[in-house]
């Protein structure tokens, strides 16, 4: 196959996956089989597109033009690259672990369950790959849409609800927002193709692009930069794959990688920096690192301690993004990689400890660790890659950031940067500590014996992904190489 | 005393502004159904006024060229309320039926009595 | 065949208005339908063929029985009546199909042959109004189509239907008349009654004539501004719309209110636009203002609206508030997204029209607490709701995404940023009432009796759903047939503004 004809593949295939799935409704079995292919198949075509990328060139899908200089189009180029990689892999893992969560719990609706997850990775592919801002805007909204059946699974009221705030907040912002920023690009622009160095440099004064910057950082809901941010942790309503779908695999890592892609490839890193504007967003999204991280110390409700931590993660890419230097841009680029492969484990891990032994608060998790121990082990993990501590992946986006921050000359986001690590360790590690070291309550189940580990399609996620920390420390290169190949001028 | 003047000069725009406005009036402030057929008639009629009377010169005929007559009407008016008649004869005949629909439904034809009964919306 | 291509116009009009007498003969509901159908199907392939020659060659004149304009009837079909005629007869012909199953439910036997008989007059009337050159033939038209449309909705099962109609009815009258009166001083400072001889006489009336001039803008402006629903003019719209029968309601609120829009536009335009510099008036402030405010206020009554069917017919409300937003911007790509519009909500509100006639098919009612959990049992209707609903919030790769696009571009060459966030703002209250529905029908568990014995309504209903469906998703990404014709029709349109001094003998 040529590699157009490969990305057109990639484009489709989630797409002809969630079509055929609902053939299979009355045959879970052959069901999940189709997923598990479906998953499969895109992560092979994606990994062979990046096969062929490899000498940093990039690649120009055909597109239909829709109306005057805009165009439903696709072109292929690393950070998109990295998205697409991340996505695609970690649908596999989440699919996997999905099928042991849904089945243990034996959730209704699972047919629609599996169709949504496999539109909604397929816009993430879309956004991945879109060559101009319409076609990312398209695939924006068709993730949002597509994620709503998912945050309301349970179709209680207070899943309704949270549904209804997670679908007003993302459409409203995209739509109030975002939807005039980009607008305005094209008129400022003439064009929403993204192009290397901008599109936007020299084409309005500071006072009209600090508005559009606004818009954009504010319209661009699914970055939860605060105070658009409480759409996430309402979210967790949904079932603990679907939290990981939106905190790690889809939908707010397309909201970072729209941040990111929209400063590089429409402002400019170098316009970014000559705009004064650039640093009072700069601080917005530090000030939402530090207080999400904050917040999260107080939730005693694990998986809303998960989603600020997410809140305040998020933010580490926008301030990459930000600071407008190639290495802040490196290090928000990997921060999604590593973010997601640290968060959906622990994602995997709160819904184990779910399934398994029916917790939810921090405070009820003394002395589970013992006799869930890989669970409990591979939350460790994951907790310490998102505090950024080796030998874990995490470190090296950190470290990118910080280098980012003092070719920058921000000593502020320096501070702020590392006293956030601090907070990171503060409220993640207490949990895997009381696992191990707390003392089971008298007469609980985990005192009692009466709790195993999670079912095994679980466990073999978790442990996947939790290996993928690990290994994103040592074979962090080809990350590094394409983040690296992120053309800035 | 300068309106006045203009007014009585051209009494039949006046009289046609009467009309329009009285059946326009009829019809937003009457709750008979009825009488707001009748407003409506009223208003139409004015209509055909504004046409016909600058069409109608006095003394003028009907355009068949004949060599005793000079000064001709305009014909074209006269036709186009010929056929607005029709309509307007259809409007009503329409708009009296559906009253009799309406009163066989509601066993009223007073629009505030329909709308109070909490039916109307 | 090339003796026939000449008469296309004539045909255009003269075989629906032979098609209902045609059905008034019959007396059989199902032999009426069949030449209902015959003849609405005929409509698109005459409007397309006419479309084709007027691209190719230029606009067609048609001298009606042989008389030449300016003093007989002429029928003048140049590229903005050609879109028109096209975007009406082809969402009627779309809709068609559905009308079988859902006359026979709702209307009475033996009326049903005259029931098709008011169609096809009321399609006479529309294609008529949009063909015609002449401004009191057009009168004659709006009447034909307005009265038949009375009849169409009287027909409806609830009793409030008579009253509806009966409103409507008054108020169309109204609004007829004061367009007669319009065209009457129109007749008085020219002497014409057709289009283009009145623009090129009216750009030669004297400055003492001025104000019999704007006086006759205000009354077309006031009597079409109430057929086509314009804000705060919609009183009647809610009500006819809510208790017509389905059929009659789709292909109402797909057609008629357009078909005003294109007189509107026509009158603004092709005729007044030469003689009159809209900017020395307040025009286009009013009609903004009114859009802006008919957006607003409409969506929002429609988000408290417990009938889906009165629900749409808000939305209609606001959504005519986004064409007469682009007519009100008067610039190139304000009329684009204005005309674009018109089509683009023609196939939306079709379609959302035809799913509730499927859903009333079924479950005998369109109360919103009456059809929860309504989705999983008619899946495919409701599903086209739902992407139907999604253009009519403008998201992106439906249709309704390209109108807003282009008024917005139209309102920043205005300079009006304020305009872009109205229409952006605007829909998102649309995101709410359209996902009220959405939530309660999918995400809910059935109650009644009748939602759980419900199913997806016959082929001959789905088929024109997912037609206009497709069509939703389809002009949503290939816009040339859409957006690249109203563009064009909206240039020359435009050029023929006079700015400034009234150019002599302005251009049609």
Redesign the interface.
Known sequence: MTPEALVIAALAIPFVGAALIPLFTNNPNARETVTLVTAALLFIIVVAIAGSLSDGAQLQAVGIDVFAGIAFAFRVEPLGMLFALVASSLWIVNSIYSIGYMRAGDEPRQTTYYVCFAIAVGSAIGIAFAQNLFTLFLFYEALTISTYPLVTHKRDAEAMRSGRLYLLLLLGTSMALLLPAIFATFALAGTLDFKAGGILAGTASGATLALLLFLYVFGIGKAAVMPVHSWLPAAMVAPTPVSALLHAVAVVKAGVFTILKVMVYVFGIDLLQELSATDIFLYVAALTVLLASLIAMTQNNLKRRLAYSTVSQLSYIVVGALLATQLGVIGGAMQIAMHAFGKITLFFCAGAIYVAAHKVEVSELDGLGRVMPITFGAFLIGALSIIGLPPFGGLWSKWFLLLGALEAQHIAILVVLVISSLLNIAYLLPIPFRGFFGTAPEGSPQATGGIQEAPLPCLIALSVTALGCLLLFFFAEPLHALAAAIPLR | MDILFDLAERYNYAATIFL?VAG?YI?IARGN?VK??VG?SI??TS?YL??IE?SKIVGGTAPIIDPDFSVYSNP??HV?IL??IV?GV??IS??LA??V??NE??GTIEEDE?LNNG??? | MSSVLPHLPALQVVVPLFGAVIAAFLRRGAIAFVVALAVTWLMPVIAATMLWQVIETGPISYAMGGWEPPWGIEYRVDLLSAFVLLLVSAVAAAIMPFARQSVKLEIDESREAWFYCMYLLCLTGLLGITITGDA?NA??FL?VSS?SS??MI?NGLD??A??A??QY??MG??GA?FY??GV?FL??LTGS?NFVDIADRLANVGPEQFSAMVAALAFVSAGVGIKLALFPLHAWLP?AYAFAPSFATAFLAASATKVAVYLIIRLYYSVFGGAIDYAALPISEVIIVLSVAAMFIASAIAVFENNLKRMLAYSSVAQIGYVTLGIGLANQAGLTGGIAHLFNHAVMKGALFVALGCVFFRVGSCMLDEVTGLGRRMPITMAAFAIAGLGLIGTPGTVGFISKWYLAQGALDSGSWLLVFAIVASSVISVVYIGRVVEVVWFREPTSKAVIEASDPPLSMLLPLIALTAAVVYFGIETSASAGLASRAAEILTGALATGVPPPGAPQ
């Open positions: 329009m326009l019809v159904m707001k057929l409506l208003f139409q209509v504004l046409f600058p074209l008016p186009l056929t607005a309509v259809a409007t329409l708009g559906l009253i629909r309406i439904a509601y329909i039916d109307g919306g | 009191f009168f004659v009447e009265l009375y009849v009287a009793r409030r008579l009253l109609a009966f009815l008054v009258t109204v008349t007669v009166i009457g007749y008085l009654l009500n």
